[in-house]
């Protein structure tokens, strides 16, 4: 499998890396605007083809898979102009997929169009305790789920807050605690539920570069069920993602680690309080995210996201900078 990846910033040496070590990934081409980025990502990982426009890359290169690792806002464009190039079978963007639903909606439509595979890189998708959680779930073992409660939360130091060094302070380009980490609890906990909230309630504080920085918000769903997150840059740290049913609780205090800090325990305490442990190995996301593409381009697998669940992800997303913007509780349509 042939692969190029477009933007050379941090998380392109994660998809790198994953190209790396899976057989029958081959890295045959990295772009960034930035020719120090792209050199730089190219010699980490042994890839002498770089540039820093992607119509020449295009020009010359032909891939089975191109993953998008560039800042969001810029996420669509390189989508459709990779779509519609006839060069490329498959596109794995990273999260989120765009900056609205609309958008979302129309890089499917476009990907379509020209029989190209589009998907949504949520890693926590392909990580063995998630499944294992939502196996559970979904077993009835904790009863009917009524409430999901998740955090993601670091300090982040005042000298790492410039947004011409740190994209998610830059709203312009896609920054803000909603769009960077927010998408991950949304889609825990919709994915737990197992359908789509009905309206969202969003507090939030910003910081000196207008994005948000610290965001709190309650979801409704049908039965009147329920779902909490908070995600922020101003406290913490929190890490835990827990779904409480008629009949007990699942809890996985490190939810969203990768890698070394993979969430390696989750615990179910039944009604009784009795509580059970099982152990998981660290696993690396990334790798398993490449693998499952690969089944997807190479065999034709139905991708895990599908692309309604990436655009309903956006719906909701959608709906909680409405509500910060009104003050009131946004209706997710």
């Given amino acids: 499998m042939r692969v190029i990846i477009v933007g050379a910033g941090a998380i392109a040496y994660r998809h790198a890396a994953a190209c790396r070590d899976l057989d029958g990934a081959d890295l045959v081409a990295v772009c960034d605007v930035r020719q120090e980025a792209a050199d730089a990502l190219g ?38 102009r990779l779509a519609t190039s006839g060069r490329v079978g498959a596109i794995l963007c990273e999260k989120p997929l765009a900056v609205n639903a609309q958008q979302a909606q129309e890089m499917f439509d476009t990907a379509r169009r020209n029989n190209v595979l589009l998907a949504e890189a949520f890693r926590l998708r392909h990580q063995p305790i998630h499944h294992r959680a939502i196996e559970l779930i979904r077993a009835g073992h904790i009863g009917d789920v009524v409430h999901v409660r998740n955090a993601m939360m670091w300090i982040v130091p005042a000298q790492d807050r410039d947004p011409n060094r740190n994209w998610r302070f830059n709203k312009p380009v896609g920054g803000g605690v909603t769009f960077d980490i927010g998408c991950y609890c949304i889609n825990q906990l919709r994915w737990a539920m197992d359908e789509e909230p009905e309206s969202v309630h ?28 908070c995600v922020s840059w101003q406290a913490g740290p929190s890490h835990s993602a827990e779904v409480l049913g ?24 039944n009604a009784q ?32 996201i599908s692309p309604e669940n990436s655009v309903a992800q ?8 409405a509500s910060l913007a009104s003050g009131q509780p946004a209706r997710v349509t």
């Avoid at 948000?212 to 329920?226: I, L, M, P, Q, W």
């Avoid at 956006?314 to 900078?321: F, G, N, Q």
Wanted: proline share 4%; net charge negative; hydrophobic share 40%.
């Fill in 43 to 80: 010699e980490r990982f042994g890839v002498a083809k770089r540039y820093t426009d992607l119509d020449a890359l295009l020009g010359e290169q032909e891939a089975d898979l191109a993953i998008i690792a560039t800042w969001g806002a810029y996420h669509a464009q390189v989508s459709e």
């Fill in 246 to 269: 008629t009949a007990g609780s699942i809890r996985i205090p490190n939810a969203w680690g990768d890698g070394p800090n993979t969430a390696s325990q989750l615990e179910i305490i």
């Fill in 273 to 304: 309080r009795n509580r059970s442990v099982e152990e998981f190995a660290p696993t690396d996301q990334f790798w398993l995210q490449l693998q499952h593409m690969q089944d997807c381009v190479q065999n034709g697998t139905p991708h895990r």
């Fill in 314 to 321: 956006m719906r909701v997303i959608d709906a909680v900078y």
């Fill in 202 to 229: 969003a507090w939030g504080r910003w910081g000196p570069t207008d994005v948000d920085e610290h965001v709190t918000a309650v979801a409704t769903f049908s039965g009147r069920r329920t779902a909490e997150w």
